[in-house]
């Protein structure tokens, strides 16, 4: 997995997790294509517009496709684990 990224999070009790990562893909994926598609002029940029190209098999309302479909989640209950996740966060490139 050369692409991708880990996120901790501690919602409050009336956020909903998926709600709270739904509507970060969301802005990310926007913000994401938008300087892509402004940047034409750089060969990478290009490559990588066409490379988040859906197929003209996949029949959804986007062109693109930014993040992958499905997550692992894990629910983090001890300070324990939680200082082993972030360490891990950290240390890993």
């Not at 956020?15 to 300087?35: C, H, Y």
């Not at 517009?49 to 197929?55: I, N, T």
Request: glycine share 6%; hydrophobic share 35%; with cysteine.
């Amino acid at each position: 997995m050369p692409e991708h990224c880990h996120l901790l999070i501690w919602p409050s009790e009336l956020a909903n997790p998926s709600d709270i990562l739904k509507r970060l893909e969301d802005r990310t994926a926007l913000f994401i294509l938008k300087n892509l598609r402004g940047n034409l002029g750089y060969a990478w940029c290009q490559g990588v517009l066409r490379g988040l190209k859906l197929p003209p098999t996949v029949h959804h309302h986007a062109h693109h496709r930014v993040w992958q479909r499905g997550s692992y989640d894990m629910n983090v209950w001890s300070e324990k684990k939680r200082l082993e996740k972030l360490n891990y966060m950290h240390n890993t490139p």
